[in-house]
């Protein structure tokens, strides 16, 4: 099967150009100043995205306006009740499967945001090990039993994850 014809899914990066092919507007969602919505379909499979495309105005550089776009492959059964306003679309509150992410300059690739809440969680553990170490320096007690009790706290964290 031609790569460009399987589904996205099935796909680890598509070009802009591909995409631009592939994807036909069915409905506008919302349209705000620098960020829009529309429902998709790929015109190839017959699939639907939530397309969100927001402008940016990097001021860093120099006012370069950048465009990221994004898709959330939606549902069969789920198409005609966001349409319909009847079910919420909005990123990134909505956005809790893997979807595509991309621009008008780079490839499109597959984002799976359940990475972000667990590199959350690694931090939030990292900085309680290093408050666990800061507060038995700042106590100053390094004989066997307060290293053997600052190592049982440690464990005990760890073991919660």
């Known amino acids: 099967m031609n790569q460009s014809k399987q589904s996205l899914s099935k796909q680890t990066a598509i070009s802009h150009e591909e ?4 994807m036909q507007e069915v409905q506008a969602l919302d349209s705000k100043e620098r960020e829009r919505y529309s429902m998709v379909k790929d015109t190839y499979t017959g699939e639907h995205y939530v397309r969100y495309i927001q402008h940016h105005l990097n001021l860093m550089e120099g006012g370069v306006e950048e465009v990221y776009d994004y898709l959330l492959p939606v549902d069969t059964d789920d198409v ?3 349409v319909l306003g009847e079910q919420e679309y909005d990123y990134p509150k909505q956005w809790e499967r893997s979807y595509l992410r991309g621009s008008h300059i780079d490839a499109y ?3 799976d945001p359940s990475t972000l809440e667990r590199e959350e ?3 939030q553990v990292a900085q309680e ?3 666990m170490l800061d ?3 700042v106590q100053g007690k390094f004989d066997d039993d307060a290293i053997r009790e600052l190592f049982k706290r440690i464990d005990e964290r760890l073991d919660h994850e």
Request: proline share 0%; charged share 35%; hydrophobic share 45%.
């Open 135 to 137: 507060g038995f320096r």
């Open 19 to 22: 995409m631009e092919a592939r």
């Open 80 to 82: 005609l009740s966001i």
């Open 121 to 123: 969680d690694e931090e």
């Open 129 to 131: 090990l290093s408050d």
């Open 109 to 111: 690739i597959w984002f």
